[in-house]
């Protein structure tokens, strides 16, 4: 099993920035890849970023240039940074664990980017 615990969502005007962080525990020698996926009311959870145990990256087209994930091996934490924050950005934003052939969820943390 792993847990995931999320922080740093909040309210934040167009233009500007926020770190979320996600923090792994549990069985987490398991884990190949760790990411971020948001959610809007009435839609399905869309990619953000993902970051692969190796180092590899890969992110949505929406949010290339202005969203950079990374991660702190040593404190099993992976990081969103989001820049130039935009009005479409406002989601509750998921952290994720591929585990095998598992996904494990972080509770969620709402994101809001007012106009």
């Known amino acids: 099993q792993v847990q995931l615990v999320e922080s740093g969502g909040g309210l934040v005007q167009a233009g500007g920035s926020l770190r979320l962080s996600c923090a792994a525990s549990g069985s987490i020698d398991s884990i190949n890849a760790m990411g971020w996926r948001r959610q809007t009311p009435g839609k399905p959870r869309e990619l953000v970023a993902i970051?692969?145990?190796?180092?590899?990256?890969n992110y949505a087209d929406s949010v290339k240039g202005r969203f950079t994930i990374s991660r702190d091996n040593a404190k099993n934490t992976v990081f969103l940074q989001m820049n130039s924050l935009k009005p479409e950005d406002t989601a509750v934003y998921y952290c994720?664990?591929?585990?095998?052939?598992?996904?494990?969820w972080g509770q969620g943390t709402q994101v809001t980017v007012s106009s």
């Open positions: 970051i692969a145990t190796a180092g590899s990256t």
């Open positions: 994720y664990a591929r585990s095998n052939s598992k996904i494990y």
